[in-house]
């Protein structure tokens, strides 16, 4: 018999919704976006905090709300700045880049927000 009666049922039913739950939250199944390639194109807009760009390759294991294929970067967070400041220097003199997204499109809708950049 799988399943006791009473209090076993509820304590076995208990241990596999926990398990179920850590699975979901372990580092493994969370997969950022990410791609090395060059700048292709950048979006800036006077109403928006973002700063949107695109690289010349797919994004990999992008999350689903990035529809657009791009990565944003919110310049009103720590270290914005100088990830645009980075970016323009890396499409100015067309360096090859590695992005990491967050996993979100919280920075802007329909693009990753953007992790790190380090250029190779």
């Given at each position: 018999?799988?399943?006791?009666?009473?209090?076993?049922?509820?304590?076995q039913?208990?241990?596999?919704?926990?398990?179920?739950?850590?699975?979901?939250?372990?580092?493994?199944?969370?997969q950022?976006?990410?791609?090395?390639?060059?700048?292709?194109?950048?979006?800036?807009?006077?109403?928006?905090?973002?700063?949107?760009?695109?690289?010349?390759?797919?994004?990999?294991?992008?999350?689903?709300?990035?529809?657009?294929?791009?990565?944003?970067?919110?310049?009103?967070?720590?270290?914005g700045?100088a990830?645009?400041?980075?970016?323009?220097?890396?499409?100015?003199?067309?360096?090859?880049?590695?992005?990491?997204g967050l996993?979100?499109?919280?920075?802007?809708?329909?693009?990753?927000?953007?992790?790190?950049?380090?250029?190779?």
């Amino acid at each position: 018999m799988l399943w006791g009666s009473g209090w076993d049922n509820y304590r076995q039913l208990m241990r596999l919704l926990l398990a179920a739950i850590v699975l979901c939250f372990y580092p493994a199944c969370i997969q950022a976006g990410s791609a090395v390639g060059k700048v292709s194109s950048i979006l800036l807009a006077n109403n928006s905090n973002a700063v949107l760009f695109r690289l010349d390759v797919e994004i990999e294991d992008s999350p689903r709300c990035n529809k657009e294929e791009r990565f944003a970067i919110d310049l009103r967070q720590f270290g914005g700045g100088a990830l645009y400041t980075a970016l323009l220097e890396a499409k100015g003199h067309g360096y090859t880049v590695s992005v990491t997204g967050l996993n979100t499109c919280s920075v802007q809708l329909e693009s990753e927000g953007v992790k790190n950049i380090e250029f190779r």
